[in-house]
């Protein structure tokens, strides 16, 4: 008879990736006009790794001096050379770019993982190739923008802000630079406090790419840097991935201004199993849409709706599956779930748990060993939950599940876009009427059948509602950053 896993009673060899071949200074500069240079204040932020809490480097924190002079190279990048270059030129540099980043994806993975936490095997088999492949995708692009806009005029917006989050740090970046370089403009990039490196990694990239100064300038700091960047008058475009919170902010910032602006903000994803559904198959999705990556991603499928006749089942093999995952060392290559980015977010995290035990919900953690030191959260579900219960209203961004049944597909459907976000959903079911039925009635931007949390650079992504507008990736991520007429 099969043996049945008990809490903690096997154990796997540690399995850890190899740090020799990173190279992680003890300072950075801000990367303006194809230089390094010291931020104007002399100040600096300590980045530090989550599953240590040590610190892995000092970055300049730019105000608004500095900010002002990254748009300064990015405009005359822009007047001077990148809005005059052919288009295949433009085309071969952003290969350039991809080529260098898939050469050197392990020592991009481990530092990604380093400094903000996430599992080797997510930014190894994720984050870099999935980023590698977005400049591959739009440096096709570049000479053909023609052809994606038949009969429209097709010209670049100029100087384009962007400014991102922490959960996909070199991701992210990529989603951003490479259609804003393929449609001809320049950019100045602010990646997140937390995880600036793989961002300073890729300035490196570009200038070993040999791209014509100023064409990416990439300015670190925390929420005032950003705030500058928004607020420079010489910025055409503003594209920002984070918050809702922050997201109104810069919409109100920007209005009036004439800026184009894409936001792509918080979700709070419905994962919708049918009873005919392959329920070991949703199951792995499940876990997959919400705990590896220990729920930092805004698209992660935070609400799990069930129907009511599989509900044990479905139940009854998640926990059983959740006793196997382990958290632990990001670096080691058997990890599941790695650490939570910041101090900051695992207090948010534990609130949330704290709610919904005492919001009335039942809760259920796997008991796995956790680190002493840096940020760790047990995966988490919660059962008996209320449609109204703030941890299935609000983001919580953590490895923290909300369960509820369902009978009919009205209920689930109602249930499912009655929330203030509309990022992503995803279906569980045998039946191909009901995946039509669904898609078309769930507000939500992306809609995942019989699978979770899959990226392609040919799929735009985007929310509908409080989630944000705009759509990145594939042809729509292009208008983004293109004026037509
Ligand atoms: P998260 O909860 O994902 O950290 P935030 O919206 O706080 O989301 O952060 C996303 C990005 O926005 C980060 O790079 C952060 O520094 C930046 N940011 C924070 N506050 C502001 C602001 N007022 N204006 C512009 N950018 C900001």
Redo the contacts with the bound molecule.
């Keep these: 008879m099969a043996k049945r896993i008990k809490d903690n009673d096997w154990k796997l060899v540690p399995a850890p990736e190899s740090k020799d071949h990173v190279r992680i200074d003890a300072e950075y500069k801000l990367f303006i006009g194809g230089k390094w240079v010291a931020p104007k204040s002399g100040k600096y932020l300590d980045t530090i790794n989550p599953s240590s809490e040590q610190r892995l480097a000092r970055v300049a924190e730019a105000d608004a001096a500095d900010v002002d002079a990254a748009v300064k190279a990015a405009r005359k990048a822009y007047d001077t050379v990148w809005s005059k270059m052919p288009a295949p030129e433009r085309g071969k540099y952003i290969y350039r770019i991809a080529r260098l980043l898939q050469e050197k994806a392990r020592e991009f993975a481990v530092v990604e993982s380093m400094d903000g936490g996430k599992p080797i095997r997510e930014s190894r088999d994720f984050d870099i190739p999935v980023a590698a492949a977005h400049f591959f995708y739009y440096a096709g692009w570049a000479d053909k923008l023609q052809y994606a806009f038949p009969a429209r005029n097709v010209s670049p917006l100029g100087v384009a802000g962007q400014?991102?989050?922490?959960?996909f740090p070199l991701l992210m970046a990529a989603w951003k630079i490479a259609p804003a370089l393929a449609c001809g403009n320049t950019v100045v990039l602010?990646?997140?406090?937390?995880t600036p490196l793989t961002a300073l990694l890729l300035a490196e990239l570009i200038q070993e790419a040999e791209l014509p100064d100023g064409v990416v300038n990439i300015v670190t700091?925390?929420?005032?840097?950003?705030?500058?960047?928004?607020n420079h008058p010489d910025i055409n475009k503003i594209a920002?991935?984070?918050?809702?919170?922050?997201?109104k902010?810069?919409q109100r910032?920007v209005a009036g201004t004439g800026k184009k602006l894409t936001l792509e903000?918080?979700g709070k994803a419905p994962n919708i199993i049918f009873a005919d559904a392959t329920i070991d198959q949703a199951v792995e999705g499940i876990i997959n849409g919400i705990y590896f990556n220990q729920g930092h991603v805004?698209c992660a499928g935070s609400r799990l709706y069930v129907e009511e006749s599989v509900h044990d089942e479905v139940v009854r093999k998640l926990k059983h599956r959740m006793k196997s995952l382990v958290v632990g060392d990001p670096l080691d290559k058997n990890t599941d779930i790695g650490a939570i980015?910041s101090r900051e977010?695992l207090g948010t995290i534990n609130k949330y748990i704290k709610l919904g035990q005492q919001e009335g919900a039942d809760m259920y953690q796997s008991s796995c060993d956790l680190p002493g030191k840096g940020f760790w959260c047990r995966p988490t579900l919660f059962t008996n939950v209320a449609q109204s219960a703030r941890i299935t209203q609000e983001e919580i961004?953590g490895p923290v599940l909300a369960i509820q049944t369902f009978r009919t597909v009205d209920e689930v459907i109602q249930k499912a876009n009655n929330t203030p976000y509309g990022l992503s959903a995803g279906v569980w079911t045998d039946k191909g009427s009901k995946i039509f039925n669904l898609t078309s009635k769930l507000r939500a931007g992306v809609i995942w059948a019989n699978t979770f949390n899959k990226f392609d650079p040919t799929s735009p992504f985007g929310g509908y509602k409080e989630s944000g507008y705009g759509r990145e990736g594939g042809v729509h991520g292009l208008g983004a950053y293109l004026n037509l007429s």
């Design positions: 400014i991102i989050p922490w959960n602010k990646p997140a406090e937390t700091g925390a929420g005032a840097t950003g705030a500058a960047l928004v920002f991935t984070g918050s809702t919170a922050v997201g902010l810069i910032s903000l918080g805004c980015n977010q961004f």
